[in-house]
């Protein structure tokens, strides 16, 4: 079969695995916060926050959204310190190449 939802960043994610995803990383207080909604601050579990997000559409579309942004910012951070990363290096093999002495560059 072919993927249907090539564009659809959520394709394949149960809501189970956003939340545990959205708990581990950012923490249940910083979660209230975000999104502020009683099954997050107030004795918060797992089981009761999917219980009230199955149920109501408007607080499951912005957990989709926090966890679509999450994704796509740690994408780009990736990829930020991947060039960092190259970057450094290129310096470093710069700087241990031999240089040629100062007479002979200037072609005197």
């Given at each position: 079969m072919t993927d249907e939802h090539p564009n659809d960043p959520l394709?394949?994610?149960?809501l189970k695995a956003m939340?545990?995803?959205l708990v581990?990383?950012?923490?249940?207080?910083d979660l209230a916060a975000e999104i502020p909604i009683g099954c997050f601050a107030r004795?918060?579990?797992?089981?009761?926050s999917l219980a009230f997000l199955r149920k109501t559409p408007w607080?499951?579309?912005?957990?989709e959204d926090l966890y679509i942004r999450d994704h796509r910012k740690m994408a780009r951070?990736?990829?930020?310190n991947r060039l960092r990363k190259a970057r450094k290096a290129y310096a470093a093999e710069q700087q241990a190449r031999p240089q040629?002495?100062?007479?002979?560059a200037s072609g005197a």
């Open positions: 394709h394949g994610v149960t939340v545990e995803d581990a990383r950012r923490g249940w207080p004795n918060p579990s797992v089981g009761s607080a499951r579309t912005k957990v951070n990736a990829k930020r040629p002495p100062a007479d002979e």
